[in-house]
């Protein structure tokens, strides 16, 4: 008989990566995993789900997760404690510090990971009780320049517009962002806007992304240089006369200075082509299609902010808007697109060390207004330390006790190995985390908290577009592990303030944020959502995804932010900003003639705590790598495939060199990903200056001076092991998440002798080992055998092992190896019926090079047709401009063989 085991309803939550905020239907599958999709009815996808999203369900195992409370001992070594004694040490130690030394003495580092309620009660617990503002967050590093850029204009941080303007404008700018890969559901509804309803793309970014390749005008500014190219462009309208002059007298000021000053920057289009490296032909083409279209949307992220005159980008972009009238309005505004799932959460709840609460600042009314709401005990009466600064404070031992929670600042920060340096003077060193390792807690905390996981915790998170939506548990959480406003509250309590940390459930902490928005608002603020203040705890459950502002009823509704003004200074005009002249904080040199650009690739998250865990996420790019010009390359001795130091004054990483023509000369790129868990010498934060945005304290992650230099490695090799090992940093690695196993992609000058001495220790000792060594051709290859499966290999030689990857890897799943088969295994050959599938392409359906050549060869002569063959490209689209790429040079290669 066949007995169909009950399928667990789908629980609709949220995507905890990029800021498109995607809804995510989650089927537990029982024994603790759970099947992954989009959600049809969520707004920010309509049931797409890019390659991260969709890899989700495999990023679910517990092997890497931190269980239990740990505590360090004066020897180093961590030992379970219970719940009780962890928390009462922490609280402790905070306590004791503060009395000693002052509020000013401790510091939390939070992320735009956490959930808006565990974000809400750590800012109530530092600036409400402690009485200190050292609370910062990741998310400095990510769009806070675009904050700073919002308040100055608007009087508040209010994103003015909404996905729908996505569908509607017809005309998209994009400014420093590769949304093809780092939003890739958004850039496909603006893709889908472009192809069913004309609308032009304009590309704006130093780098030729895959972005820029589906763009109507790209513009490979020089970096740094955005500002001029605004600049110009007001100066263009208004010499155009179409300026909306009503919108300016009625809703704005600064209009004349600004002008003024964008004309000392941008004189005429001659000027603005010298100082952006653009040609003239098209700046202008780029002016008049601003000038000729209505519905204008300019969209930037990364780029924009990561820049130490990041606000005034924001700004010289926002002007350009305001000067027009064109924001508030259907498909036109200014639209900061966010990095992370919750960065604006964090922003609501006043995560940022320069914000209080719900939108409010530091003005001495604010301060009281926050202080009475919160019965506080002790109220931060003026900004704290932001990022950069806060860690500069912990080297110089001025703060000594340190909370991070969900963040993995000994990789993101600049300068990170000084960050690393810092937090071992630290008297008082807690992380909440859930992995047992990363760089950071690698720095050796004195408390390990264990913090619950996306699918395990509840709550919400608010999107780009200001839509808050439910993240809703469908796990338990495992161990001891706990929601970390359970953590943060459970300190506060044990610091003598349990009246103000009363709360029982994620509900709780919510309907207080949202009184708090609207406490003495009365339309003065633009964050109120005392509209859900009142919720009971089943329609917190089943709330669903809502923009705000959501004001309590009978309170006039916003349909749409500053169509007619309204704006939220103290005369409730926007306020034009006359930007700084724009430049690089740091020249280039003879020793570092380069510009260090860094950024995401497609498939990974930050750090890849989380997507390094997926065998299909690590398939696209496995190893880190750095993107150089062919000029540059040459200039260097670099070759294709080889490996490349780059160093800049704070550090030095080693990285497999990408010879890229989208790269631009000048300029290298490195991905921000690897970390010293994933790979030898790959952290490049260690390089980045720590120079940042005198208005955001954002840094300028994009343009540190660097030099490259050729890096020779004798060998390359394989290792490939069903369970993991560790591998010393005198050799090059790169750490993969295989289904069965882990890989390490190799460089080495050691011998093969050595390396043959050193395998067996990388397997299970009651392997059988076979060996195949050619010394005079320098081959080595070494596999060991368990109960007839291959329990793990070595392949090492002078070429590259890419085909013999694939290979291994699909012996380490097979079930048998029959003796016919090792044979072939260790002659380097594929056993038969294995299918090579060539690097990763197509990530949602795991479609490698050689399928997608092999339907080129068979006639496929578009990336439709080759989706229609393979699926390639038609879920999330991310992959359709590497697609689009493959088959114009296939064309090439077959029109022109030589
Ligand atoms: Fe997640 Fe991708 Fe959606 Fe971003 S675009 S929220 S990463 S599924």
């Known amino acids: 008989m066949n007995v169909q085991r009950p399928v667990a309803p789908a629980v609709r939550t949220t995507c905890p990566y990029c800021g498109v905020g995607c809804g995510v239907l989650a089927t537990p599958d029982g024994v603790g995993g759970a099947a992954i999709a989009g959600d049809p009815e969520h707004p920010a996808n309509f049931g797409r789900l890019c390659s991260k999203g969709l890899a989700l369900g495999e990023t679910l195992a517990l092997e890497t997760r931190l269980l239990h409370p740990m505590e360090r001992g004066s020897d180093g070594d961590y030992r379970r404690v219970d719940w009780d004694t962890a928390l009462d040490r922490v609280a402790n130690g905070f306590r004791s510090i503060v009395e000693r030394h002052g509020p000013d003495a401790v510091a939390f580092y939070l992320s735009g990971q956490l959930l808006t309620e565990d974000y809400y009660v750590a800012n109530k617990l530092m600036k409400g009780f402690i009485g200190s503002a050292n609370v910062d967050t990741n998310s400095r590093l990510c769009m806070a320049s675009s904050v700073a850029g919002h308040r100055r204009a608007f009087g508040a941080d209010t994103v003015p517009c909404n996905y729908e303007d996505i569908d509607e404008a017809d005309l998209i700018v994009l400014v420093g962002s590769n949304a093809a890969w780092c939003h ?143 924001i508030g309005k259907t498909g036109a505004g200014p639209f900061s697109l966010t990095g992370q799932p919750n960065a604006m959460g964090g922003r609501e709840v006043g995560g940022l060390a320069n914000q209080l609460a719900a939108h409010m600042g530091f003005s001495p009314v604010e301060v009281d207004r926050v202080g009475r709401f919160w019965n506080a005990r002790a109220m931060a009466t003026g900004e704290g330390l932001k990022a950069v600064d806060m860690f500069d404070a912990i080297g110089r031992g001025k703060i000594k006790a340190l909370w991070v929670m969900a963040t993995n600042p000994a990789v993101s920060l600049p300068r990170a190995a000084a960050v690393r340096a810092a937090t071992a003077g630290l008297e008082l060193f807690v992380i909440s985390e ?105 329609a917190f459950d089943a709330l669903k995804p809502t923009l705000w502002p959501f004001r309590a009823e009978g309170a006039k509704p916003t349909a749409r932010f500053f169509s007619k003004g309204g704006f939220f200074t103290a005369n409730g005009k926007a306020r034009f900003v006359a930007p700084e002249l724009p430049a690089l904080r740091e020249g280039t040199s003879e020793h570092f003639p380069l510009r260090l650009n860094t950024g995401r690739v497609r498939d990974q998250w930050h750090t890849m705590t989380r997507t390094g865990l997926s065998p299909r996420l690590g398939a696209h790019r496995p190893e880190p790598f750095v993107e150089v010009n062919a000029a540059d390359a040459r200039r260097a001795g670099l070759a294709e495939g080889g490996f490349a130091r780059v160093q800049t004054a704070h550090g030095a990483v080693i990285l497999r060199v990408k010879i890229a023509e989208a790269q631009r000369a000048g300029s290298v790129f490195v991905p921000i990903h690897w970390s010293d868990v994933t790979a030898s010498s790959a952290r490049v934060g260690d390089l980045v200056a720590p120079n940042t945005d005198p208005f955001s304290g954002q840094p300028e992650s994009k343009a540190t001076p660097a030099s490259i230099e050729p890096v020779p490695f004798e060998y390359r090799a394989i290792l490939i092991l069903r369970r993991d090992a560790v591998l010393a940093r005198d050799h090059w690695w790169s750490r993969v998440a295989f289904e069965d196993g882990t890989g390490y992609l190799i460089a080495t000058n050691d011998p093969l002798e050595k390396w043959r001495e050193r395998a067996p220790h990388f397997f299970e000792p009651r392997a059988e080992m076979a060996e195949y060594l050619d010394e005079r051709r320098g081959v080595l290859r070494l596999a060991a055998f368990l109960h007839g499966r291959l329990e793990g290999c070595l392949f090492m030689g002078r070429e590259e092992l890419t085909s013999q990857w694939d290979m291994a890897r699909s012996f380490l799943a097979a079930d048998a190896i029959d003796a016919n088969e090792r044979r072939l295994f260790l002659s380097g050959r594929s056993h038969e019926g294995m299918v090579n599938c060539g690097p990763l392409v197509c990530a949602c359906f795991g479609v490698g090079m050689t399928a997608i050549l092999n339907a080129i060869e068979s006639g496929a002569e578009d990336v439709e047709a080759v989706g229609k063959a393979l699926q390639a490209g038609t879920n999330c689209g991310s992959c359709r401009p590497e697609l689009k790429r493959i088959i114009a040079h296939e064309r090439d290669r077959v029109a022109d063989p030589v």
Request: proline letters at 4%; aromatic letters at 8%; a neutral charge.
């Open 184 to 326: 890739p559901i958004l850039f496909q509804r603006m893709v889908r806007n472009r192809t069913e309803r004309g609308a032009k793309l304009i590309v704006i970014d130093p780098r030729r992304t895959s972005t820029a390749e589906e763009a109507d005008l790209f513009l490979p500014v020089e970096p740094g240089m955005d500002t001029v190219l605004f600049s110009g462009l007001l100066v263009h309208l208004a010499e155009k006369a179409v300026l909306d002059f009503d919108y300016i007298g009625r809703h704005t000021s600064g209009f004349e200075e600004a002008l003024l000053r964008a004309l000392e920057i941008a004189p005429g289009i001659a000027a603005v082509a010298a100082k952006t490296g653009l040609a003239v032909s098209d700046i202008e083409r780029f002016y008049s299609l601003f000038r000729d279209t209505r519905r204008v949307l300019t969209c930037f992220s990364q780029g924009v902010n990561q820049s130490a005159q990041g606000t005034d980008k924001a700004n010289a972009i926002i002007n350009c808007h305001l000067a027009t009238g064109r």
């Open 434 to 538: 859930n992995v047992r390792t990363n760089d950071t807690v690698n720095c050796g905390a004195h408390f390990l908290l264990p913090a619950a996981a996306w699918g395990e915790k509840d709550g919400t998170v608010t999107n780009s577009e200001r839509r808050i939506s439910r993240q809703r548990a469908f796990l338990p959480a495992p161990g001891d592990a706990k929601p970390d406003w359970w953590i943060v509250s459970e300190v506060g309590r044990r610091m003598g303030f349990a009246d103000a940390f009363p709360y029982a459930s994620a509900a709780d902490i919510f309907r207080e944020h949202a009184a708090l928005s609207a406490f003495e608002n009365n339309g003065t603020r633009d964050f109120d959502i005392g509209g859900l203040a009142a919720l009971s705890n089943s």
